[in-house]
């Protein structure tokens, strides 16, 4: 069974940092391109980075570049988001998705999501 | 960046209605497509891909058409689980974008 394990969210002051975490696990990970997707409160998904299988390519939301960066590690079947210089527009549900093995840009599984909140 | 727009953005529905929701691209975007059903604190799950194809283990209730850009995801036949928000999302370039859901909810 395909699972997406998101953690490391919580509640972060403007300006600050936080690390988002995804174990995946149920299918070949490095296989895959993987995704963060995330949904502000009442408000629509908003993608926000991917990354190649092999994580020679990887892809921005223009809002997020330059603070936030998407890596993987492979060996421990992991997705990772750091996020700079955080602003109240990022308080979103975080989620860490799987594309379409034949559709880099669709996704089918998804994890329940990690919660940012960005206040003072 | 693509915009995806949808309507309505909201519909009142009873079970056992034929409900469809349409979705536009602000550029042509071919056949890529997808449809996503959420309901209240869950996860997006994966419906229509390639603007028609049903997603494995999706009930056959559910079809998707179109192309170029207009779309429309039809369910033939509505039942409770169906109530919930439906979005769009364009998977022909980055960045990736979703229209702003339309809500299905219980006449």
């Known amino acids: 069974e395909v699972q997406l394990v998101e953690s490391g969210g919580g509640l972060v002051q403007p300006g600050g940092s936080l690390r988002l975490s995804c174990a995946a696990s149920?299918?070949?990970?490095?296989?895959?391109?993987m995704s963060w997707v995330r949904q502000a409160p009442g408000k629509a998904l908003e993608w926000v980075a991917n990354?190649?299988?092999?994580?020679?390519?990887?892809y921005y939301v223009d809002s997020v570049k330059g603070r936030f960066t998407i890596s993987r590690d492979n060996a421990k079947n992991s997705l990772y988001l750091q996020m700079n210089s955080l602003r109240a527009e990022d308080t979103a549900v975080y989620y860490c998705?799987?594309?379409?093995?034949?559709?880099?840009?669709?996704?089918?599984?998804w994890g329940q999501g990690t919660h940012v909140t960005v206040s003072s | 960046d693509i915009q995806m727009t949808q309507s309505p953005s909201s519909l009142s529905a009873s079970v056992g209605d034929r409900v469809s929701i349409t979705c536009r691209a602000s550029q042509s975007i071919s056949s890529y497509l997808n449809w996503y059903q959420q309901k209240p604190g869950k996860a997006p799950q994966l419906l229509i891909y390639a603007a028609s194809s049903l997603q494995s283990g999706v009930p056959s209730r559910f079809s998707g058409g179109g192309s170029g850009t207009d779309f429309t995801l039809t369910i033939s036949s509505l039942q409770p689980e169906d109530f919930a928000i439906y979005y769009c999302q364009q998977s022909y370039t980055t960045p990736v974008t979703f229209g702003p859901g339309t809500k299905v909810d219980i006449k």
């Open positions: 990354m190649k299988q092999d994580g020679s390519q990887r």
């Open positions: 149920g299918f070949t990970f490095s296989g895959y391109w």
């Open positions: 998705v799987r594309a379409l093995r034949f559709s880099w840009l669709s996704s089918d599984y």
